[in-house]
Structures are given as C-alpha cells and as structure tokens.
C-alpha cells in the first residue's frame, strides 16, 4: 500500500509522510524518531542540534533573493498516539504505520495514522529538502512528547531559535487560522479497597463495552461522544445491588476519549434473570442516546468462570458513585469566542485490580481561572470519597493576539488563493504555542494545516485533496513573509 500513498500528489509531501510512519515513534518512546530527523538533516548538510530534551532543531538558509526577509520556525511534533481497535494485531515498537486509501482519505489498518502531527512534519521536511521552493531562513524545530505532557516545548530553553516567526503545523481543518489554544492538567486519583471471597452460589460475567469512535480529547470533546468509562459505569450502576465488581479495565490515553472498557464481576446466581433484565434495558437506552453520533457502539454481557475475589460492597459503593460525579466533557463554553469550549474534562482511563483504583483525567481550558475552578470541583469530589489526587503536567494555553503580523500574511493569502475568508480560531487543542511562548515571548505565532479527522484513535484519516490545498498555501505564505525590519 505504500505505493498508493507515496504516488499521491504532492509527491514530495506523502514521500517524507510515508518515510516517517516507516519509524516507531510513540510519545516517550522517540529515540528511532530523533536520530531518523537527525539523519535526515546532516544527510541535507545542514546545521542539525539535538537539544538537551531531545528535540531537533534543522537549520536552512534562505533561498536566493529571500535573505530579506524575516526568519521563521516551522514547528511540528514528531510522537504520535498509539491507538488500535482490539482485534487489531500491531506493535506500535517495532512496526511501521500500515497505510491505505479510502475514498479520497488515508487512513491506516486498525491504528491511528499519525497524521497528527505527521503530516506537518513531512511538510517542513519537504521545504528543507527542496531545492527549488522559495523560502526565507528556515529554523525547524521538531518537539518531543506533545501528546503526553509537552515536555518537549517546555525543556526548550531561549537561545536556540532566532526566529521572529512561528508556523506551527498542527492543526487540522484547512479552511481555518488557528491564533489560540487551551492548556492543561492531568489529574490522577487513586484509592485503595479491600477485596472478599465471592460469595457462595455466584456466576461470573464480563462486560465488553466496544465500538465507540473516540477521538481527541480536545478538538472532539463537544461532539457528545460515548465515552466508555462513563458507560461501564452506568451500566454497573443500574444493577448494583445485584452484582459485585472484581476487575475494571478501561480507556488508554489521557488525550483519547476512551473507546472501549471491560469488566469482570459475579453475579448472585438466584438474581441473574434480574440483573440481565437491567442491564440489557440500559444497554438499549445507552444505544439509543448514542446511534447518531456511535453507531457502532457494542455492548457484550457474557457469562463465565465466577472471579475469585470481588471488592466489598462499601468499597463498590464509593467507587460507582465517585465516576458518577466526576465531570465528563465540556464544563464551560467560551464568553469571548463563538463555540469555543473554554473548559472540559475527559474521564480517560480508570483501573480496577488488586485492591487499587486509579482514576486518569486530563483537564483542559484556555482561560487558567476556569481550569483551576474544574481542576477543584474534580479534586472535591474524589477527596470526599477519601481519594489521594495528583496533579501533574500543567501546562499554559496560548493567548488570541489578533493584531499579529503573520496573522494578516495568512488571512490575505487564503483569501487571494482560494476565494474565500479563513476562519480565525482558536481551538480547546492543547498546541505548543504557549509554551514556547514562554521562552520566546516576542516570536509571532500562528497554526494551520491539513484536514484531519478521527486524530488519536484507529479512525483517524487525512483528507488528500486538502494536503494538495495545504501544500499550495505553505508554499504561498512561504514567499510573502514579512522583510526585516
């Protein structure tokens, strides 16, 4: 299938694609990744620096007749999510990203594509190794872990970018401007519960809860998705009184909504025809709720060896009503932005064995007030129920400056190229911008890309008309950028 994609136009653009989906690269585990873009520079011999976190910094002069103009960053990230349906048999260590066309889409067999951010990254590799594209100085700067934690935009000290512009190629509808973002927390809160013998005269079940689509935490958390945390406990919840919970399995990735869940428990034999009645009358009500937006939500109930141990009946008690009252999805609409989420929570992975439950959630908002008010009102409600939470990995959103520079290079060109007005935004996505900002506080920053749907679940595909149109608006914003000053 690789010969579908690398044929595809822009030539160049789906080439680095495919060479870079041919290198394992999830977030944390990026030391194929650095040294492959590290390769790739010295090979081009251009001035190529890992820094102390390991993000690769490419630097190109600029092409002739551009030394005046400013120099710019172009930034992507080089992890991705690693996410595959369950019966999907794929290493995401040792194995490139299978990729397929669809209908005008590429899409990857039964794990995410890597799109995000991939096809940003295979566009500034493209633009450094063009020998015929018009361009200022160029400074690539290739970060680390954006997916779990930004610690890659957050270790980048001052000092090793000179550039007074940032293009950053993150983000995923090609007809919009992105110029803001959120930040965000993860909250982690853990208890412990003490576990029984099964009581006598009991039958075991699993639960399967399948078939959700997922998606981004961030950009998809508004559209009412199933979350499947939620709906295994609502399922145990209906039918508590006659059930006793011994494992709880589900969800993955902070920046996913969980798409799938499972559960063990035992069953009162002598209440078995009335747990199933409930459960199964949920199930149908769950799947009506859900049928525009999940259509291919799959709830399995199946009978099998009874577990040894289960949690007493107080500890399952706290634990149900706990998920029960931890928010899930948006908690505040933005005052300032037309439909801008402004604060959201996504209930990302809860385990249950051996005695200890741990809750996952990463919290997001663009407004730090607004975060820190949902941040307290999860905090609350799990330290009531005698939870010990963490909070870790918070990071700042990225302010609207609506009078940027770089801003109106972007909107004229779009409107010259195509005929129509970009939409400006900004997105409940957790961007780097913010955080580079930190430490480059005077650099212009703005956000475009490609249309890309289903980022960070096995869904995801990237749209191949609008990585033609991407390629044409890179190359057009590349030639206007502003004279120094």
């Known amino acids: 299938m690789s010969k579908d994609i690398r044929a595809l136009e822009p030539t160049?653009?789906?080439?680095?694609?495919?060479?870079?989906?041919?290198?394992?690269?999830?977030?944390?585990?990026?030391?194929?990744?650095?040294?492959?873009?590290?390769?790739?520079?010295?090979?081009?011999?251009?001035?190529?620096?890992?820094?102390?976190?390991?993000?690769?910094?490419?630097?190109?002069?600029?092409?002739?007749?551009m030394e005046n103009r400013k120099t710019i960053v172009m930034q992507g990230h080089l992890d991705m999510v690693h996410q595959k349906n369950s019966d999907t048999n794929f290493d995401?260590?040792?194995?490139?990203?299978?990729?397929?066309?669809?209908?005008?889409?590429?899409?990857?067999?039964?794990?995410?594509?890597?799109?995000?951010?991939?096809?940003?990254?295979?566009?500034?590799?493209?633009?450094?190794?063009?020998?015929?594209?018009?361009?200022?100085?160029?400074?690539?700067?290739?970060?680390?872990d954006e997916e779990t934690g930004m610690t890659g935009a957050m270790g980048l000290q001052a000092g090793y970018l000179k550039g007074e512009i940032l293009l950053n190629l993150d983000t995923e509808e090609d007809d919009e401007i992105d110029i803001g973002c959120a930040g965000g927390i993860d909250i982690?809160?853990?208890?412990?519960?003490?576990?029984?013998?099964?009581?006598?005269?009991?039958?075991?079940?699993?639960?399967?809860?399948?078939?959700?689509?997922?998606?981004?935490?961030?950009?998809?958390?508004?559209?009412?998705?199933?979350?499947?945390?939620?709906?295994?406990?609502?399922?145990?919840y209906v039918a508590q009184e006659h059930l006793r919970i011994s494992e709880i399995n589900g969800g993955s990735l902070r920046n996913a909504i969980p798409r799938e869940s499972f559960a063990l428990i035992s069953v009162y034999s002598s209440r078995k025809d009335v747990f199933l009645k409930l459960i199964n009358t949920t199930i149908t009500q769950i799947k009506k709720e859900l049928k525009t937006v999940d259509p291919n939500l799959t709830i399995t109930v199946t009978e099998t060896i009874?577990?040894?141990?289960?949690?007493?009946?107080?500890?399952?008690?706290?634990?149900?009503?706990?998920?029960?009252?931890?928010?899930?999805?948006?908690?505040?609409?933005?005052?300032?932005?037309?439909?801008?989420?402004?604060?959201?929570?996504?209930?990302?992975r809860i385990i249950v064995k051996d005695e200890v439950i741990t809750?996952?959630?990463?919290?997001?908002?663009?407004?730090?007030?607004?975060?820190?008010?949902?941040?307290?009102?999860?905090?609350?409600?799990?330290?009531?129920?005698?939870?010990?939470?963490?909070?870790?990995?918070?990071?700042?959103?990225?302010?609207?400056?609506?009078?940027?520079?770089?801003?109106?290079?972007?909107?004229?060109?779009?409107?010259?190229?195509?005929?129509?007005?970009a939409a400006v935004v900004a997105c409940h996505a957790g961007l780097e911008c913010g955080i580079l900002g930190t430490n480059y506080p005077d650099m212009d920053m703005i956000s475009f890309g490609p249309t890309i749907q289903g980022a960070h679940s096995p869904d995801e595909?990237?749209?191949?008309?609008?990585?033609?149109?991407?390629?044409?608006?890179?190359?057009?914003?590349?030639?206007?950028?502003?004279?120094?000053n």
Request: hydrophobic share 40%; charged share 20%; with cysteine.
């Open 92 to 144: 995401f260590d040792t194995e490139g990203i299978k990729m397929k066309v669809v209908d005008g889409w590429v899409k990857a067999d039964g794990t995410t594509l890597g799109a995000d951010n991939g096809l940003g990254v295979a566009a500034i590799m493209s633009i450094l190794a063009s020998k015929d594209i018009k361009h200022p100085a160029v400074e690539a700067l290739f970060t680390i």
């Open 188 to 236: 982690t809160a853990k208890n412990v519960y003490h576990e029984v013998n099964t009581p006598i005269n009991s039958i075991g079940f699993s639960i399967s809860v399948t078939g959700l689509n997922g998606g981004h935490s961030g950009m998809d958390i508004h559209k009412g998705l199933g979350n499947a945390n939620k709906i295994m406990n609502r399922l145990l």
């Open 306 to 348: 009874a577990p040894k141990k289960v949690m007493t009946t107080i500890s399952q008690i706290t634990l149900l009503n706990t998920i029960y009252a931890t928010h899930n999805g948006v908690f505040r609409m933005s005052n300032d932005m037309e439909n801008l989420v402004e604060t959201s929570n996504n209930v990302a």
């Open 461 to 484: 595909r990237a749209n191949i008309k609008s990585a033609q149109k991407f390629w044409k608006y890179l190359l057009s914003i590349l030639e206007n950028i502003p004279t120094k």
């Open 359 to 421: 809750i996952m959630c990463l919290t997001r908002s663009s407004v730090e007030t607004s975060k820190s008010d949902l941040v307290n009102t999860l905090k609350s409600a799990f330290e009531l129920a005698g939870y010990q939470v963490t909070l870790s990995g918070s990071y700042p959103g990225w302010k609207p400056n609506v009078n940027s520079q770089i801003l109106n290079v972007l909107t004229e060109t779009y409107e010259k190229l195509f005929g129509s007005k």
């Open 12 to 65: 160049t653009l789906w080439n680095n694609f495919a060479d870079l989906n041919a290198v394992p690269r999830g977030s944390k585990k990026e030391e194929k990744v650095i040294q492959f873009m590290v390769d790739f520079g010295k090979k081009l011999n251009l001035e190529t620096i890992i820094d102390p976190v390991g993000n690769v910094i490419i630097k190109k002069p600029a092409s002739k007749g």
